[in-house]
């Protein structure tokens, strides 16, 4: 005599290996309807979705996509595109690699949320759905039955698990529940893209060119969003159609493609970089860019401590601080004790040179520590730091930092009689003060970088990786823990404090509460920590795409008031949840949260 261990299957529950949607249309109907509504999505970006200016954007013009419209004309363009490149139509075919259903599903989910967006935002604003336009009707309309058609699109459903019959309700609800969450990851489950075949060297350099500029042309829109709406759309859209780019495997290929170019694409980078201020027509954004360069040095810097040696550091910020205070001691601000004013080269040297003692001083008596230990020694250092800034004011202490009033009036830099703080015209382009410190914070990027590649692909970068891996199994194979430590500390230290002497001269006053260990307003200890994970431990491009992403949105959200943080703390949550190995991961540490990934067949020391 048996048990039945499982449910029976009913007429309206799919055979398992059945590729079936998860609506139930058929499968070639659901795919010319997600094709056909998203070409009818473009067709209504050129329609009037309200009929008054009042909603920022100007949706009112027939013919002339405006505002919101134009990323919901990019949505139903990239919908049509997988959509054509699924029936196989020839010279469409290299935009889905591992397949485009998943994508499609995406881009469409996508198109769907900025429109039905911007239409609630319209009538929410204005005071009811009195407000739209026929254009807007048509466009959620159409968006519906492009994402409906993507639903359907068949997928291989994974198999149900066994459960008990005597299960009480609760627990099969649980049952269910897990269940229908396995069949919607499946859903947008992609298979593994086919390699790229090898081009002409002049052709690949050509394709990392227009992926630079597709990326500078994306961070410019970002960047330069005039309203809350549209930069709350433009996360949308860009959110979804990143990841339908990646499960079409294309964003795997580029990233084949780049890694046989590795200098030649860090250099293409820096090159797209520089020509952002020459994108802006004032010094607004350029403030942005300066300040997103860095948050984004020092979070390198931090990488190299958190990812490269594994050592927990919740007091960075403290070594930005220390070489932004010693810069301004020795820059000719009226309010240093000391009274001199060295060039740029020297107070760089001071503040580097200031933040490497620091690091040594505290590493050397506390790197012996490991874990949650060692993170709450540096946890107080960070604290100390503040304090103690605070207090040496001549009254609490020697009158040093002029306590919580800060060095103030920190002049602009001067570099072989190029004065930073006044505008200048290059080639036809007006650069401003912000654009001037942000070429110079480019530079020193540079430096950074290149500082995080030779040590990473160094003996001592190894022994990093060694001692971030398994430090008991690095000692007994003779690595010097403490010294690989403490170097790992003293470098990390170094390149936060070449930032903080940029840092000094940029806000022209430098106080203890710019360093605190949490706030609203990075750079700040939690944040620096939150860029490197985010972005992913290990690389050079993930803490500095994390750093943006940090600075840049809640820069952008602070229309949400109280709520910011608390938005931007389920993003986290939501991230860390689904993408625990960061936004750029190496492949390595891609594997440990992901056993089922295809191992690479080469593991370098920081990844694949």
């Known amino acids: 005599m048996t048990t039945q261990t499982t449910t029976p299957k009913t007429a309206g529950t799919p055979t398992t290996g059945t590729p079936t949607g998860l609506v139930r249309i058929p499968p070639p109907i659901g795919r010319a309807l997600a094709t056909g509504g998203g070409l009818l999505t473009i067709v209504s970006t050129f329609l009037a979705w309200t009929w008054t200016a009042e909603f920022p954007g100007d949706l009112t013009v027939y013919g002339y996509p405006g505002g919101l419209q134009v990323l919901v004309l990019i949505g139903g363009a990239l919908t049509t595109l997988l959509g054509l490149a699924s029936y196989g139509v020839k010279g469409l075919r290299w935009l889905a690699p591992a397949g485009a259903d998943p994508a499609i599903r995406l881009a469409a989910l996508a ?29 959620a309309a159409v968006t519906l039955i492009s994402v409906l058609g993507a639903l359907a699109l068949p997928f291989e459903r994974p198999e149900p698990d066994p459960f008990d019959s005597d299960s009480t309700g609760w627990e099969q609800f649980k049952h269910t529940t897990a269940q229908n969450w396995q069949t919607i990851r499946a859903a947008f489950t992609a298979d593994a893209p086919r390699r790229v075949r090898t081009l002409p060297s002049y052709a690949e350099i050509l394709i990392i060119a227009a992926v630079l500029a597709v990326a500078l042309l994306v961070f410019t829109y970002g960047i330069g969003t005039e309203y809350d709406e549209l930069f709350v759309g433009f996360l949308i859209t860009a959110g979804f159609g990143f990841a339908a780019l990646n499960k079409s495997g294309l964003i795997t290929q580029i990233t084949q493609i780049t890694a046989r170019h590795q200098n030649i694409t860090i250099c293409g980078a820096f090159i797209a970089a520089a020509c952002f201020p020459f994108t802006q027509t004032d010094d607004q954004y350029a403030t942005l860019g300066v300040y997103i360069l860095i948050f984004a040095t020092v979070a390198l810097g931090l990488n190299i401590v958190v990812g ?41 040297l001071v503040g580097a ?82 654009a001037n410190y942000f070429f110079l914070m480019l530079v020193i ?24 891996e398994d430090e008991t199994a690095a000692l007994a194979m003779g690595i010097n823990g403490f010294r690989v430590k403490l170097i790992a500390f003293a470098v990390g230290a170094t390149l936060a404090g070449l930032a903080g002497t940029v840092q000094a001269h940029v806000t022209y006053t430098v106080t203890p509460e710019q360093y605190l260990f949490a706030g609203t307003t990075p750079p700040n200890s939690a944040f620096l920590l939150a860029a490197v994970v985010l972005g992913g431990m290990g690389t050079i491009a993930g803490p500095l795409i994390g750093a943006a992403l940090l600075f ?12 910011q943080l608390l938005a931007f703390g389920l993003a986290l949550v939501l991230l860390m949840r689904f993408r625990p190995e960061g936004l750029i991961p190496n492949r390595r540490r891609q594997l440990e949260f992901h056993e089922e990934a295809e191992a690479p067949t080469v593991l370098s020391k920081t990844g694949a």
């Open 445 to 468: 990027t540079a430096v950074v970088v290149l500082v995080f590649r030779r040590s990473g692909d160094s003996r001592i970068g190894r022994a990093w990786v060694a001692i971030r």
């Open 552 to 563: 840049l949105i809640p820069n952008k959200l602070q229309f949400l008031g109280d709520y």
């Open 353 to 434: 040179a200031a933040s490497l003692v620091f690091g040594v001083l505290i590493g050397a008596p506390t790197l012996r520590l490991r874990g949650d230990y060692l993170a709450i020694v540096t946890l107080g250092f960070g604290e100390i730091f503040r304090i103690t800034a605070n207090n040496l004011d001549g009254t609490s202490g020697p009158d040093l930092t002029n306590g919580s009033n800060g060095i103030s009036a920190i002049p602009d830099l001067k570099i072989l009689g190029f004065d930073l703080g006044t505008q200048h015209d290059i080639a036809g382009f007006t650069i401003g003060r912000f």
């Open 308 to 348: 490269l040696a594994g050592l927990l550091d919740l007091g960075y910020v403290a070594f930005l601080g220390v070489g932004a205070y010693a810069a301004s001691l020795v820059s000719g601000s009226q309010s240093s004790p000391f009274g001199v004013h060295f060039p740029f080269w020297a107070a760089v």
């Open 111 to 139: 198109t769907f949320t900025t429109t039905w967006y911007t239409l609630i935002a319209i009538s929410a604003q204005l005071g009811g759905l009195v407000n739209l336009e026929p254009g807007g009707y048509v466009a």
